[in-house]
Nanobody
Framework: QVQLVESGGGLVQAGGSLRLSCAAS????????MGWYRQAPGKQRELVAV???????NYADSVKGRFTISNDNAKNTVYLQMNSLKPEDTAVYYC???????????????WGQGTQVTVSS
């Protein structure tokens, strides 16, 4: 089992910045993809940004140009730098990892517990 521990959420004014971190620990042979999703009240969880082990990235259109995802493969950690935050970015942000624990085993997916990001207008 792999645990994902998030940090860095909080309250910020519109236009401000926050940096989220997510560290994976446990039985990890290889992390294929790590990313961030978010869920606002009354809405479905949506993809924010993902990054592969080869550093290929993908972003939701709503955050392109404002958010940057990066990783430290040696530390099994992913970061989300969020700039120019808007009230509509308010949500619980969840870390996600797609990983493999053994060479011939299946891929698994784990979620973090979530961290609240609140952007005031």
């Amino acid at each position: 089992q792999v645990q994902l521990v998030e940090s860095g959420g909080g309250l910020v004014q519109a236009g401000g910045s926050l940096r989220l971190s997510c560290a994976a620990s446990g039985s990890i042979l290889r992390i294929n993809v790590m990313g961030w999703y978010r869920q606002a009240p009354g809405k479905q969880r949506e993809l924010v940004a993902v990054i592969t082990s080869a550093d290929s990235t993908n972003y939701a259109d709503s955050v392109k140009g404002r958010f940057t995802i990066s990783n430290d493969n040696a530390k099994n950690t992913v970061y989300l730098q969020m700039n120019s935050l808007k009230p509509e970015d308010t949500a619980v942000y969840y870390c996600n990892a797609n990983y493999r624990s053994s060479r011939d085993g299946p891929d698994f997916r784990s979620w973090g517990q979530g961290t609240q990001v609140t952007v005031s207008s």
